[in-house]
């Protein structure tokens, strides 16, 4: 359906929005959103521009009715929307909200006589039907009002221009963009309901612009009593209604039929189904609200809106600092996510994501939460304490102090976990508890240690034993030594620090680049500290023994 102004949905709000009031929001977060949301209805109404998402909208919304429920607040008038220009001969509802198997088992359990329809993702539309002959369509508007889009629907080949009989009449529906082999569950809202918004807000379109226009009507409401006399009519009428209104006894029914038409290609964008009753008051009695006899099965939200609480830098085994959102926790998918990477330090720069901002989070995958864009700027930008990228990197912070805990701490996580010297037990707890006690000082400390604190587990020193047993190529891995592919490589140390770059290229996958890192390594001060400390621990492969190894 069309937007509407902000004011609409508060009595929504008042019955489905599970307002949080713990901890009211101060009146300018109030005003800021409001003024946001404000803004994407003037360029989405006046322009036909969506300037963000359509769940992404929809968030923002209901977010802004919680906080007014919260605080009983009024939104301004200057955050109203506009009256339309033309009356509607019958109102059009709005349609309340549902998100979960619960709330929809709820409202069917007191209805019969239930049918459902896919919630066409579009721009509704009303058509008004004289002696037959269309004569006015009006876009929703605020519900008792719209635009006169007549002369741009008298073109669209798939709106019924004649009703077969002579009759008055009124039609609602929803105008949208033609989509072939659509998989909502796989392709999402692609825009359409932006794009056939920026369509009717023009004045000319093309003929292939308007081929491109469906139309579903999902209701006449001063038609026949009965569903099944509408739907019968209005297939003889040439309308395709009855291909998507089926009946429905149960939720077992509706969750199935809502399941199969997000899972299996349709010939437009959908966000959920509609389930109504057959019956349903007098047309002289509809409003421009939320009707009892219809509601909305929202499908789960691709993307989610989420305020960022923090903007924390951390530091990995290789001198990446990766920026990570801190968020106030949102639902997404039946997953409840509190914190997303904003992947690159460049990226975080160019986003310029900053604490009491409003961002778009997605699923990757289905299970990694990502970020896709910022919604909303805080204003003023906070300040941040920005680690300096230029001063990490995969040889820096071989030691816990000055700056350096998150890598040291990321290298013992690595060197413990299964990519290293996968010791069952033993993960990132372990060290940081180790660090904090000040047993470690260095990467290998504990290789030697009589005894280590029970705090940080009874059985440490236990878990920690196997490492001596693990192989000298496992020790290389464990210490971070750079990728080598398909490289040949010695069982011991000193043929490998004795390579030069030239050496390393006759290998194969490897580069100048990588040879200069693995050069590098080899030959770091620090990590010729370790070879010696694993050399003292009797570790196979690192004793220089220029006998036993001989030259290259």
């Given at each position: 359906?069309l ?6 949905g508060?009595?929504?709000?008042a ?8 901890t ?15 803004h ?18 929809d ?6 009715q919680?906080?007014q429920?919260c ?11 506009r009256?339309?220009?033309?009356a ?7 349609l309340?909200?549902i ?17 459902i329809?896919?919630?066409v993702?579009?721009v ?7 002696q ?7 876009s929703r ?5 719209g635009?006169d889009w ?5 073109r ?5 221009q ?37 369509l ?14 469906g ?14 006399e ?26 199935a ?6 899972t299996?290609p349709?010939?437009?964008?959908t966000d ?5 009753q ?7 009695d509809?409003r421009?609200?939320?009707p ?22 951390t ?50 995958g289905?299970?990694?939460p ?5 919604i909303?700027r805080?204003?003023?930008r ?11 990197h995969?040889?820096?912070c ?5 700056g ?10 690595w060197?413990s976990s ?19 006690a000040?047993?470690?000082t ?9 005894t280590?604190p029970a705090?940080?587990?009874s059985k ?8 001596r047993?693990r ?22 140390w ?13 290998q ?6 990588r ?5 590098a390594f080899f ?7 370790l ?6 621990a009797g570790?196979?492969g ?11």
């Amino acid at each position: 359906m069309l937007r509407t102004g902000i004011i609409a949905g508060l009595c929504l709000a008042a019955r489905l929005a599970s307002a949080d009031c713990a901890t009211p929001p101060a009146e300018s977060d109030i005003l800021e959103l409001a003024g946001q949301i404000q803004h994407w209805d003037q360029a989405y109404h006046e322009q036909g521009r969506s300037l963000v998402p359509d769940e992404i909208y929809d968030q923002a919304r209901q977010q802004l009715q919680r906080w007014q429920a919260c605080t009983a607040a009024d939104s301004p008038p200057e955050y109203q929307l506009r009256a339309g220009k033309h009356a509607h001969p019958v109102p059009q509802t709005g349609l309340a909200k549902i998100h979960t198997q619960a709330e929809a088992a709820d409202w069917i359990r007191h209805r019969t006589d239930l049918w459902i329809q896919p919630k066409v993702d579009g721009v509704a539309v009303t058509l008004e039907y004289r002696q037959g002959q269309l004569v006015r369509a009006i876009s929703r508007g605020d519900g008792w009002q719209g635009e006169d889009w007549t002369p741009t629907v008298q073109r669209i080949p798939a709106v019924l221009q004649q009703w077969p009989q002579p009759a008055d009449l009124v039609l609602q529906g929803e105008l949208y963009w033609r989509l072939a082999d659509h998989v909502q569950s796989r392709d999402g809202g692609v825009g359409a309901r932006g794009r056939i918004a920026g369509l009717m807000n023009r004045q000319q379109l093309a003929a292939e612009e308007l081929a491109g226009i469906g139309l579903f009507v999902w209701d006449w409401p001063d038609g026949p009593g009965s569903m099944v006399e509408r739907l019968a009519q209005m297939t003889r009428a040439g309308l395709d209604t009855a291909q998507y209104t089926l009946p429905v006894s149960d939720l077992a029914e509706a969750q199935a039929r809502r399941q199969h038409w997000f899972t299996q290609p349709l010939p437009f964008a959908t966000d959920g189904v509609v389930i109504r009753q057959s019956q349903r008051p007098p047309a002289t009695d509809w409003r421009a609200e939320t009707p009892y006899w219809a509601i909305a099965w929202k499908y789960p939200p691709q993307q989610a809106l989420a305020r960022v609480r923090d903007v924390e830098f951390t530091i990995g085994r290789s001198g990446r600092v990766t920026p990570v959102l801190q968020l106030d926790p949102v639902e997404l998918d039946d997953r409840r996510i509190r914190r997303v990477s904003a992947g690159s330090l460049s990226r975080w720069r160019e986003l310029d994501v900053r604490p009491g901002d409003r961002v778009a989070i997605q699923l990757s995958g289905q299970t990694i939460p990502q970020l896709t864009e910022v919604i909303t700027r805080t204003t003023p930008r906070p300040a941040l304490n920005i680690p300096d990228q230029a001063r990490y990197h995969p040889l820096s912070c071989w030691l816990p102090g000055d700056g350096c805990r998150q890598q040291f701490l990321a290298r013992l996580a690595w060197l413990s976990s299964s990519k290293g010297l996968d010791l069952t037990g033993v993960g990132p707890g372990t060290w940081e508890c180790l660090v904090d006690a000040g047993y470690l000082t260095g990467l290998l400390d504990w290789l030697d240690a009589a005894t280590l604190p029970a705090t940080c587990g009874s059985k440490l020193t236990t878990l920690l034993h196997p490492a001596r047993e693990r192989s000298f190529h496992q020790w290389l891995r464990a210490l971070g030594m750079p990728p080598t592919g398909d490289a040949q490589l010695p069982d011991h140390w000193l043929a490998l620090s004795n390579r030069t770059e030239q050496q390393w290229q006759t290998q194969p996958g490897i580069g100048p680049h990588r040879a200069r890192q693995l050069v590098a390594f080899f030959n770091h001060p620090q990590v010729e500290l370790l070879r010696a400390g694993l050399a003292a621990a009797g570790v196979e492969g690192f004793v220089e023994e220029m006998a036993s190894v001989g030259s290259e």
